[in-house]
């Protein structure tokens, strides 16, 4: 099994930064895709971001480009996510998701294994 654990969520005023950070065990990090997704009160679960397994490819959803970076760090087990110039469109639960398959995948119905989920709230 895999087991993750994001943090680094909080309030924040609008134009201010957070970099969330997601935690992975049971399981080879580096053998692997990750992705973050982000879900608002009565929305959908959409993505954000999504990363290869050794980082080379990289997606990011139209509304934070520019805006959002993802990484990873595979001696540490640990994905990240910086999030500057937030918006108060931005506010959500942001969940970190492991995808077994090959290539990035844009869908939550793509990934394997979630994370619990960490709240971020951004103020106008």
């Known amino acids: 099994q895999v087991q993750l654990v994001e943090s680094g969520g909080g309030l924040v005023q609008a134009g201010g930064s957070l970099r969330l950070s997601c935690a992975a065990s049971g399981r080879t990090f580096s053998s692997y895709g990750m992705g973050w997704f982000r879900q608002a009160p009565g929305k959908e679960r959409d993505i954000v971001a999504a990363i290869s397994r050794s980082g080379g490819r990289i997606y990011y959803a139209d509304s934070v480009k520019g805006r959002f970076t993802i990484s990873r760090d595979n001696a540490k087990n640990t994905v990240y996510l910086q999030m500057n110039s937030l918006k108060p469109e931005d506010t959500a639960v942001y969940y970190c998701?492991?995808?077994?398959?090959?290539?990035?995948?844009?869908?939550?119905?793509?990934?394997?294994?979630w994370g619990q989920g960490t709240q971020v709230t951004v103020s106008s």
């Open positions: 998701a492991v995808r077994l398959e090959y290539g990035l995948g844009k869908a939550p119905v793509e990934y394997d294994y």
